[in-house]
């Protein structure tokens, strides 16, 4: 029986483990979007996953969607994550970089500029800002011919990324954030070939896909997605059939993985994994749920053919998960106030298990 300590090769690497650390915002990047010594101990003391999936990072100025998150679009940030890539190589771990474009989850007192999304429709909620929650903008619709130039900044990031040492790249496709709102019937809205029907909804993921393989490699390269979660106001319809969909056009591209959030049905996402003939990484637990990822979920979703499994919250709190879900340890509970409150409190306090005497 497959379990979460077996090693597993993902493209040119082996993982001595199958437990993936998923992405986790914490803002802690300095001005200019530059990766900071704290978040190279922070990444470092996790170094024992199997896979580091980073934070969101933006591949643009017009991509970052909260204050305080990192960049890969400068040669400055560039060379601000390489303390992170070796922080990590040193302790014997795996780095991906999310590449996150938040399209209209952003905000002008953010940017400096009028977010731009699919369609001129606002997200739902409010958005964190420098001054503070404020309802989210509408955004400007993209025209057709900027559309292209937004797909290649995640393979322009990519690039900045290998520079700086991460040993791959993950598109950011989940959560209501820009291709997410191409998938959606709700925030696109368009009539051109990037709107509509599949096909065309399905498009700018494939191009920013297909861009980032062509700039880095398919075995670099990875995309998560969450089916049907309708996070921030971005709703999907046809479901299974639009998935299915982008599947059948990602899979000859041979890339490192698919990454899955539990976001819709268990039948659906058993039905994508037989869909995806590459490697699928899952995460057992809603986005933002009340609920973590656990060791019982994680060995049903390797009975049910994911390859990895990835864990979120668990992370914070437990720089040594993967040590703890070895020995059946108890997991310490992480601090929420402290998830985005800056400063090293709750980011690089947090210690391994201590056995006692």
Do not use: C
């Amino acid at each position: 029986m497959t379990t979460l300590f077996d090693r597993y090769r993902l493209g040119e690497m082996v993982l001595p483990n199958r437990v993936v650390m998923a992405p986790l915002t914490r803002v802690r990047a300095a001005a200019g979007g530059l990766a900071t010594p704290s978040m190279a101990t922070y990444y470092a003391q996790r170094a024992t996953a199997g896979l580091i999936v980073t934070e969101g990072v933006q591949p643009s100025i017009v991509g970052q969607s909260n204050p305080g998150t990192p960049g890969l679009h400068t040669d400055e940030q560039a060379k601000s994550w390489q303390q992170v890539t070796d922080a990590v190589h040193i302790n014997g771990g795996r780095i991906f970089a999310q590449l996150m474009h938040g399209g209209r989850v952003s905000h002008p007192e953010t940017i400096g500029m009028q977010p731009v999304g699919p369609s001129a429709v606002p997200a739902a909620g409010e958005l964190f800002t420098p001054t503070g929650r404020k309802p989210a903008p509408v955004p400007r619709a993209l025209d057709t011919a900027e559309v292209p130039d937004h797909a290649r900044s995640y393979a322009d990031a990519a690039r900045y990324a290998v520079g700086a040492g991460f040993d791959g790249v993950e598109l950011h496709g989940a959560n209501g954030y820009l291709i997410s709102q191409f998938l959606s019937s709700t925030a696109n809205l368009r009539t051109d070939r990037y709107g509509g029907s599949i096909t065309n909804r399905i498009r700018f993921a494939v191009e920013a896909v297909t861009a980032t393989v062509e700039a880095v490699g398919g075995h670099r390269t990875g995309i998560r997605l969450s089916p049907g979660a309708g996070i921030w106001g971005a709703t999907e319809t046809d479901v299974p059939e639009m998935y299915a969909a982008l599947l059948t056009e990602l899979a000859p591209l041979g890339l490192a993985y698919v990454h899955l959030e539990l976001t819709t049905a268990e039948e659906v996402l058993v039905g994508l994994r037989r869909a995806w003939p590459g490697t699928l990484i899952v995460n057992p637990a809603f986005p933002m749920g009340p609920k973590k990822a656990d060791r019982a979920a994680a060995q049903r979703w390797l009975e049910l053919g994911a390859d990895l499994i990835s864990f979120g919250r668990a992370f914070i709190a437990n720089p040594d998960l993967v040590e703890r879900l070895r020995q059946n340890l108890p997991l310490a509970d992480d601090d929420q106030a402290t998830w985005y409150a800056g400063g090293d409190q709750g980011y690089l306090t947090y210690p391994a298990y201590r056995y006692e005497a």
